[in-house]
């Protein structure tokens, strides 16, 4: 389809079909729930194409660490039971585990850290979003 294009039109012919087919990937529907309440919660919401997710593998390490403390290690006799884990260790890991990539301090933590150097672009206190008793 390429080689038509550029015998009929040349190279703009080409250019003007692959703006076309990228306009029409973009997502028009400004309507969605998550979008408004994105919207009213003033936080930026971008999407990306799909297959092309453009990460830094980030969220894919994230999974596969889960994933191996988690399903690989146990087994669930209910979605409950596994709810449950998938709970306490999100628990242990944002308030109990250090990590290397931030100084050595759990991640709440270093929102705690960053909330007392820049309170101004938070919306609440984080510190009202302990779990548990509070300190």
């Known amino acids: 389809m390429l080689l038509k294009l550029a015998a009929e039109g040349g190279v703009s012919a080409i250019a003007a079909s692959f703006n076309l087919l990228v306009k029409a990937k973009k997502p028009r529907d400004k309507g969605h729930p998550f979008a ?5 919660q003033q936080i930026e919401h971008r999407t990306t194409l799909v297959k092309h997710p453009w990460t830094n593998g ?20 209910s979605v409950k039971a596994l709810k449950e884990h998938l709970y306490a260790y ?18 709440f933590e270093a929102i705690l850290n960053f909330y007392k150097k820049t309170p101004d672009i938070f919306t609440i ?3 009202h979003l302990i779990v548990g008793l509070n300190r």
């Open 36 to 40: 408004k309440i994105c919207q009213e």
């Open 125 to 127: 206190n984080p510190d």
């Open 58 to 77: 980030m969220v894919e390490a994230m999974n596969k660490k889960i994933k191996a403390n988690t399903i690989k290690r146990f087994h669930y006799d």
């Open 90 to 107: 999100s628990i242990n890991y944002n308030f109990n585990l250090k990590l290397r990539t931030i100084g050595r301090i759990p991640p």
